[in-house]
T-cell receptor
Framework: KAGVTQTPRYLIKTRGQQVTLSCSPISGHRSVSWYQQTPGQGLQFLFEYFSETQRNKGNFPGRFSGRQFSNSRSEMNVSTLELGDSALYLC??????????????FGSGTQLSVL | AQSVTQLGSHVSVSEGALVLLRCNYSSSVPPYLFWYVQYPNQGLQLLLK??????LVKGINGFEAEFKKSETSFHLTKPSAHMSDAAEYFC????????????FGSGTQLTVLP
């Protein structure tokens, strides 16, 4: 069974641009979560989607948004990029995210650099 | 809000020595606790999780963790370090209730010396 796939692996953008990152969960998984990882702030939760609906959202500005498609694939979008958005963006999938001890499967991430 | 604190951002051990990575949680109610490992240029991989079924939890690659309510700790150990254990380790908590996100500690970089 294929793991969580994130594309692209690396991305370079300039300030003010927008970017879209993609995540394909493990087959059969319906919950997709996004995390931002930076050296200064560590791993921070962005949002979680289930059945095309955002179920949970972290403390990030509205420039960060996401969506989930009917096949459970998810995209996240960052508009008006700032230098501080440079980070590794990790996607994680799980069966339904409902059980609090449910295992999350992480992708390798998209490394975004904002110049 | 529930959180976890990892003591020591960097830990070095010799190959074959005991590995001890510390994690303390803040909660009056036993939370759901996890240890993840991240190898360079990769995502996170689950090592083990505390499910309240047993206080000593065994994970993959010879790692285990003991849940101690009296100390609010969930330290990760491995009896004998291997070079391949060099990675960053994250303790995480998932609050009980409706919230589904993980709150991660700041991570501990483990270096294994030959």
């Amino acid at each position: 069974k294929a793991g969580v796939t994130q594309t692209p692996r690396y991305l370079i953008k300039t300030r003010g641009q927008q970017v879209t990152l993609s995540c394909s969960p493990i087959s059969g998984h319906r919950s997709v979560s996004w995390y931002q990882q930076t050296p200064g702030q560590g791993l921070q939760f962005l949002f979680e989607y289930f059945s095309e609906t955002q179920r949970n959202k972290g403390n990030f500005p509205g420039r960060f948004s996401g969506r989930q498609f009917s096949n459970s694939r998810s995209e996240m979008n960052v508009s008006t990029l700032e230098l501080g958005d440079s980070a590794l963006y990790l996607c994680a999938s799980s069966l339904d995210g409902g059980a609090t001890n449910e295992k999350l499967f992480f992708g390798s991430g998209t490394q975004l650099s904002v110049l | 809000a529930q959180s976890v604190t990892q003591l020591g951002s960097h830990v070095s051990v010799s190959e074959g020595a005991l590995v001890l990575l510390r994690c303390n949680y803040s909660s009056s109610v036993p939370p759901y606790l996890f240890w993840y490992v991240q190898y360079p240029n990769q995502g996170l991989q689950l090592l083990l999780k505390y499910t309240s079924a047993a206080t000593l939890v065994k994970g993959i690659n010879g790692f285990e963790a003991e849940f101690k309510k009296s100390e609010t700790s969930f330290h990760l150990t491995k009896p004998s370090a291997h070079m391949s254990d060099a990675a960053e380790y994250f303790c995480a908590v998932r609050p009980s209730g409706s919230a589904r996100q993980l709150t991660f500690g700041s991570g501990t970089q483990l270096t294994v010396l030959p």
